[in-house]
């Protein structure tokens, strides 16, 4: 029988731009799930997006766009980044998805059929203007915290979810499952903070907005956005719809992964909801440090933010990856800092890693012609190594399974210092020089890349790229790759070992520093520009009626062969003709996101060949500190002049 594991992200709200700090909670997931893959677990790994509530319609409305046309964007940024951070999810929820929203209107019906929820009176200090809800702690000197404005006691309509009934049971549950909260501490808080108080029902319904799932059974009601989101982890696997193989292979969840701060609603309203629909509890909820930057916790809000885009370009996925794991244990907070960053890549990656596979295999190269020896006679200093390189998968799988990331990546790192040692107790360089050391110097060779072998299949869930290709360079087989084979030693039997370019060349700190500060400021950077803004030369009305701006629809787009920057745009612009444009923008946008969109036109632009490509025309975008947006005049139709 396959043993199955399912393991969660929180749901993103698609807000604005992830930062490096959403990707800690994705990159941990990521790496548990590959583990258990590796392990021959049959994985589902979930993430997704939380696309409701009244935040995301007020961000729409002054966009002037609809909610679904402003998520839709953002959503698109967020898979991007996923797929930059080579996060192997088996599983996107949208909670905009129909069989979503259909699931959740029903998890809401089922729970009012069942009385735990009811239809009360929703009292509070009511701004009219801002037409919201506050409580008195809320107000800031007795006014509304958002306009300043006055507000007065009133109470509205509203649907309650029994939350109250639960306390007990939801402490006994804490009890009988230790491993239920983690790490335990939060269990503490839990109980003590929320619990122990007294804890009231709750609203589960709005009515000032309407970005939300509808209460089929009450108009104008909508479902309050946690219930919405807690609910994905079962929606996803097809709970409510007609096909609910999943949920029954998947649920209970083995581990839900969350950010601390929301532990509270996993750990009471999840189970709690739960309890009401009859349904098991997930098997545990792991709440996670942040991740902080000297200014205090990382937030869109603060605009305090570190792109995850950036540090990939310049130093590769896998060094962020690492980073995130590494530096700090993943219970705690930790402080981000570029310094801290770049020490970690040069001392750990560059040096101790990188280093070990360079001089191992150019040494194979220099002393064997690249092919691993097989004629050996053992050196004093094997036997060390060899017990180091065969306990270490047992070491990495302990940590790994309470989700120490930090600690399984110590204990590996010190194989890899270890084997370096072995280097310079060995010392291959003297051993070649007397060709009576020939079969020492061979073990000596087959000894490292052997400890490579185990090292790069246990980096394996960590930095997957970063493994796969040590294994191509040592020449390692599938067999050889295999998770159990890490903690087998000599398997590796006469491959061959090729020259590859270093896997982390080192950093220069300080220059570094000055260029990262300066590529993580693109915001400031535009607005000093803006303040010496240079306006080019006045023409005259005559000059701008020569150039012909027209709105044209895209038909069709594809990338352009050996151009990273170039997207090929075949162009409606109204004449009954094709018009084929060259654009310069394939780093920002994806070819789905531009087919049918209206853009703008230079259509009477003298054709230029880019690429291979005839370019008749030029369309309009402008410079910003998120990277170049395209101008979408929607409404408008095909061939319509600008003027
Ligand atoms: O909370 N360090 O979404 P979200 C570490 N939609 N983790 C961080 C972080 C930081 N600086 N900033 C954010 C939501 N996170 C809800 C979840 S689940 C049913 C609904 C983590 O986009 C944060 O702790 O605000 C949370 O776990 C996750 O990113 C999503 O945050």
Same mark, same amino acid.
């Given at each position: 029988?396959?043993?199955?594991?399912?393991?969660?992200?929180?749901?993103?709200?698609?807000?604005?731009?992830?930062?490096?700090?959403?990707?800690?909670?994705?990159?941990?997931?990521?790496?548990?799930?590959?583990?258990?893959?590796?392990?021959?677990?049959?994985?589902?790994?979930?993430?997704?997006?939380?696309?409701?509530?009244?935040?995301?319609?007020?961000?729409?409305?002054?966009?002037?766009?609809?909610?679904?046309?402003?998520?839709?964007?953002?959503?698109?940024?967020?898979?991007?980044?996923?797929?930059?951070?080579?996060?192997?999810?088996?599983?996107?929820?949208?909670?905009?998805?129909?069989?979503?929203?259909?699931?959740?209107?029903?998890?809401?019906?089922?729970?009012?059929?069942?009385?735990?929820?009811?239809?009360?009176?929703?009292?509070?200090?009511?701004?009219?203007?801002?037409?919201?809800?506050?409580?008195?702690?809320?107000?800031?000197?007795?006014?509304?915290?958002?306009?300043?404005?006055?507000?007065?006691?009133?109470?509205?309509?509203?649907?309650?979810?029994?939350?109250?009934?639960?306390?007990?049971?939801?402490?006994?549950?804490?009890?009988?499952?230790?491993?239920?909260?983690?790490?335990?501490?939060?269990?503490?808080?839990?109980?003590?903070?929320?619990?122990?108080?007294?804890?009231?029902?709750?609203?589960?319904?709005?009515?000032?907005?309407?970005?939300?799932?509808?209460?089929?059974?009450?108009?104008?009601?909508?479902?309050?956005?946690?219930?919405?989101?807690?609910?994905?982890?079962?929606?996803?696997?097809?709970?409510?719809?007609?096909?609910?193989?999943?949920?029954?292979?998947?649920?209970?969840?083995?581990?839900?992964?969350?950010?601390?701060?929301?532990?509270?609603?996993?750990?009471?309203?999840?189970?709690?909801?739960?309890?009401?629909?009859?349904?098991?509890?997930?098997?545990?909820?792991?709440?996670?440090?942040?991740?902080?930057?000297?200014?205090?916790?990382?937030?869109?809000?603060?605009?305090?933010?570190?792109?995850?885009?950036?540090?990939?370009?310049?130093?590769?996925?896998?060094?962020?990856?690492?980073?995130?794991?590494?530096?700090?244990?993943?219970?705690?907070?930790?402080?981000?800092?570029?310094?801290?960053?770049?020490?970690?890549?040069?001392?750990?990656?560059?040096?101790?890693?990188?280093?070990?596979?360079?001089?191992?295999?150019?040494?194979?190269?220099?002393?064997?012609?690249?092919?691993?020896?097989?004629?050996?006679?053992?050196?004093?200093?094997?036997?060390?190594?060899?017990?180091? &390189? +065969?306990?270490?998968?047992? %070491?990495? #799988?302990?940590?790994?399974?309470?989700? !120490?990331? $930090?600690?399984?990546?110590?204990?590996?790192?010190?194989?890899?210092?270890?084997?370096?040692?072995?280097?310079?107790?060995?010392?291959?360089?003297?051993?070649?020089?007397?060709?009576?050391?020939?079969?020492?110097?061979?073990?000596?060779?087959?000894?490292?890349?052997?400890?490579?072998?185990?090292?790069?299949?246990?980096?394996?869930?960590?930095?997957?790229?970063?493994?796969?290709?040590?294994?191509?360079?040592?020449?390692?087989?599938?067999?050889?790759?295999?998770?159990?084979?890490?903690?087998?030693?000599?398997?590796?039997?006469?491959?061959?070992?090729?020259?590859?370019?270093?896997?982390?060349?080192?950093?220069?700190?300080?220059?570094?520093?000055?260029?990262?500060?300066?590529?993580?400021?693109? &915001? +400031?950077?535009?607005?000093? %520009?803006? #303040?010496?803004?240079?306006?080019?030369? !006045?023409? $005259?009305?005559?000059?701008?009626?020569?150039?012909?701006?027209?709105?044209?629809?895209?038909?069709?787009?594809?990338?352009?062969?050996?151009?990273?920057?170039?997207?090929?745009?075949?162009?409606?612009?109204?004449?009954?003709?094709?018009?084929?444009?060259?654009?310069?923008?394939?780093?920002?946008?994806?070819?789905?996101?531009?087919?049918?969109?209206?853009?703008?036109?230079?259509?009477?632009?003298?054709?230029?060949?880019?690429?291979?490509?005839?370019?008749?025309?030029?369309?309009?975008?402008?410079?910003?500190?998120?990277?170049?947006?395209?101008?979408?005049?929607?409404?408008?139709?095909?061939?319509?002049?600008?003027?």
């Amino acid at each position: 029988m396959s043993k199955n594991f399912y393991i969660t992200t929180p749901i993103y709200y698609p807000s604005g731009k992830l930062h490096i700090g959403h990707s800690y909670t994705t990159v941990a997931a990521d790496t548990s799930a590959r583990y258990k893959r590796m392990q021959g677990y049959d994985v589902m790994f979930l993430t997704g997006t939380d696309e409701h509530g009244q935040k995301i319609e007020d961000k729409a409305k002054e966009k002037g766009v609809t909610p679904k046309e402003y998520v839709d964007e953002i959503v698109a940024g967020i898979k991007e980044l996923w797929s930059l951070l080579n996060i192997s999810y088996d599983k996107f929820i949208r909670t905009t998805d129909d069989y979503h929203v259909d699931a959740v209107k029903k998890i809401f019906k089922k729970l009012y059929e069942s009385g735990d929820i009811y239809k009360g009176k929703y009292e509070g200090l009511y701004c009219t203007p801002c037409e919201s809800f506050w409580t008195e702690s809320q107000l800031v000197d007795g006014k509304c915290p958002d306009c300043g404005r006055e507000v007065k006691p009133a109470s509205e309509e509203a649907y309650f979810f029994k939350l109250s009934k639960y306390a007990d049971r939801l402490v006994e549950y804490y009890e009988a499952h230790p491993e239920f909260i983690q790490p335990v501490s939060r269990k503490n808080e839990m109980i003590n903070n929320f619990i122990k108080p007294g804890l009231e029902d709750l609203c589960v319904s709005r009515t000032s907005f309407t970005w939300g799932v509808p209460v089929d059974f009450d108009p104008g009601h909508i479902v309050y956005v946690w219930v919405d989101a807690l609910s994905n982890y079962i929606t996803a696997m097809g709970y409510g719809s007609e096909d609910d193989s999943n949920y029954q292979k998947f649920w209970p969840a083995d581990i839900h992964l969350v950010g601390k701060e929301i532990v509270r609603f996993h750990t009471i309203i999840w189970p709690a909801m739960l309890m009401a629909l009859d349904l098991p509890l997930p098997k545990k909820v792991y709440g996670h440090g942040w991740l902080l930057l000297e200014g205090g916790k990382m937030s869109k809000s603060k605009g305090n933010v570190v792109a995850p885009e950036v540090l990939c370009e310049r130093y590769g996925v896998d060094a962020i990856r690492y980073y995130l794991l590494r530096e700090i244990p993943f219970g705690s907070d930790g402080v981000f800092t570029n310094e801290a960053l770049i020490n970690r890549i040069n001392s750990d990656l560059a040096n101790d890693l990188g280093n070990l596979v360079a001089r191992s295999t150019a040494m194979v190269n220099k002393y064997f012609g690249g092919s691993i020896p097989k004629e050996r006679t053992a050196t004093e200093f094997d036997d060390t190594i060899i017990q180091l &390189a +065969e306990g270490t998968k047992q %070491k990495v #799988e302990q940590y790994l399974d309470n989700l !120490e990331y $930090s600690s399984a990546l110590t204990e590996l790192f010190k194989l890899v210092s270890r084997t370096n040692k072995y280097i310079d107790e060995t010392a291959p360089w003297t051993l070649a020089k007397n060709e009576a050391d020939k079969d020492k110097l061979a073990d000596v060779m087959y000894v490292l890349i052997e400890a490579i072998r185990i090292i790069a299949v246990l980096l394996s869930p960590f930095m997957p790229a970063t493994s796969e290709a040590i294994l191509k360079q040592i020449g390692a087989c599938e067999h050889c790759s295999k998770w159990e084979s890490a903690a087998k030693w000599g398997l590796i039997s006469g491959e061959n070992v090729t020259t590859a370019a270093p896997l982390f060349p080192r950093i220069d700190l300080e220059k570094e520093l000055a260029e990262l500060e300066a590529a993580n400021k693109p &915001a +400031e950077a535009l607005q000093e %520009k803006a #303040e010496n803004i240079a306006f080019l030369d !006045e023409i $005259s009305i005559d000059e701008f009626a020569k150039v012909d701006l027209r709105v044209a629809k895209i038909k069709a787009c594809e990338p352009v062969k050996k151009a990273k920057k170039l997207l090929k745009l075949t162009l409606d612009d109204g004449s009954g003709k094709d018009r084929i444009v060259a654009s310069g923008i394939a780093q920002y946008y994806t070819p789905d996101q531009l087919i049918g969109k209206n853009i703008i036109v230079v259509a009477n632009l003298k054709p230029a060949v880019l690429c291979g490509v005839e370019s008749c025309g030029m369309i309009l975008a402008a410079d910003t500190a998120d990277g170049v947006k395209v101008i979408f005049p929607e409404g408008i139709p095909a061939g319509a002049k600008i003027r």
